[in-house]
T-cell receptor, first 114, second 110 residues
Framework: KAGVTQTPRYLIKTRGQQVTLSCSPI?????VSWYQQTPGQGLQFLFE???????NKGNFPGRFSGRQFSNSRSEMNVSTLELGDSALYLC?????????????FGNGTRLTVT | KQEVTQIPAALSVPEGENLVLNCSFT??????LQWFRQDPGKGLTSLLL?????REQTSGRLNASLDKSSGRSTLYIAASQPGDSATYLC?????????FGAGTILRVKS
């Protein structure tokens, strides 16, 4: 069974630009979550989607947005990029996102903002 | 505020030692708790998931315990090997959201 796939693996963008990251969950998984990992703040929750609906959102500015498609694939968008957005962005999928449903992570997209 | 603390921050041990990684969390209203490992430049690999109603979970040389009322979990690694070298992360779940600790960096020397 294929794992969680994130594309692209690496991105370099300039301040002020926008970027879209993609995540394909494990087949059959309907919940997709996004996390940001930085050396200073560690791993922080961005948002979680289930059946195309955002169920939970972390404390990030509105520049960070996401969506989920009917095939459970998800995209995350960051507009007006800032230097502080440089991070490893991790996507995770689970069957339901519920209590007994472990999260499975992809290898992440490393975003560098210059 | 939901906070997670992991102790120690780093650990270096000779191969074969048994070791314990500690995790504490401030909000005990968790759905479950997961332990992950992360290798440099990679994503997270799920090691164990303990449901809020469980006391412990085992997988091979790994054993995780959970004391929800006191806000603590421990990960026990038996007979450590160099391949166990990684960062270990504890993450209680609150309503579809994981809150992560800063991790314990483990180095097992051969």
């Amino acid at each position: 069974k294929a794992g969680v796939t994130q594309t692209p693996r690496y991105l370099i963008k300039t301040r002020g630009q926008q970027v879209t990251l993609s995540c394909s969950p494990i087949s059959g998984h309907r919940s997709v979550s996004w996390y940001q990992q930085t050396p200073g703040q560690g791993l922080q929750f961005l948002f979680e989607y289930f059946s195309e609906t955002q169920r939970n959102k972390g404390n990030f500015p509105g520049r960070f947005s996401g969506r989920q498609f009917s095939n459970s694939r998800s995209e995350m968008n960051v507009s007006t990029l800032e230097l502080g957005d440089s991070a490893l962005y991790l996507c995770a999928s689970s069957l339901t996102g519920g209590q007994n449903s472990p999260l499975h992570f992809g290898n992440g997209t490393r975003l560098t903002v210059t | 505020k939901q906070e997670v603390t992991q102790i120690p921050a780093a650990l270096s041990v000779p191969e074969g030692e048994n070791l314990v990684l500690n995790c504490s969390f401030t909000d005990s209203a968790i759905y479950n708790l997961q332990w992950f490992r992360q290798d440099p430049g990679k994503g997270l690999t799920s090691l164990l998931l303990i449901q809020s109603s469980q006391r412990e979970q085992t997988s091979g040389r790994l054993n995780a315990s959970l004391d929800k009322s006191s806000g603590r979990s421990t990960l026990y690694i038996a007979a450590s090997q160099p391949g166990d070298s990684a960062t270990y992360l504890c993450a209680p779940e609150y309503g579809n959201k994981l809150v992560f600790g800063a991790g314990t960096i483990l180095r097992v020397k051969s």
